[in-house]
């Protein structure tokens, strides 16, 4: 089950980019920004990227293709969107925070064979 949440996130040139899952009512966005990528409109559970109110960016929660405004800079908003993606189907493993927390997890798993 996916958690219906948004976070905002600044970008470089210092615009805020809000992701969250669409809805019902961001159908008309998501058409229209289907239009302008000359794609279909992907698959739901969708996560959207909504730049100064517009939708800017589209990606498919289970995978498949994002689609985005090609007027735009969106790259980084689509590798953004991606790896949200990713995250909700549970994909990829959580990273340690420090060096001394993968030097022991490192310790505890057996790297070699005995050559008995």
């Excluded at 961001?26 to 517009?54: F, I, K």
């Excluded at 420090?98 to 490192?106: E, I, K, T």
């Amino acid at each position: 089950m996916y958690r219906a949440n948004k976070a905002r996130t600044t970008t470089s040139d210092g615009s805020d980019v809000t992701v969250r899952l669409s809805e019902a009512s961001d159908a008309r966005a998501l058409l229209n920004l289907a239009a302008l990528d000359s794609a279909a409109v992907p698959s739901r559970p969708t996560l959207l990227a909504v730049r100064d109110g517009e939708t800017v960016a589209a990606v498919p929660v289970s995978g498949g293709r994002a689609i985005a405004d090609p007027f735009r800079r969106t790259a980084a908003i689509v590798e953004l969107l991606e790896l949200r993606a990713a995250q909700l189907r549970g994909e990829g493993r959580p990273r340690t925070s420090s060096a001394r927390a993968r030097l022991r997890n490192l310790m505890r798993k057996p790297h070699a064979l005995s050559l008995r």
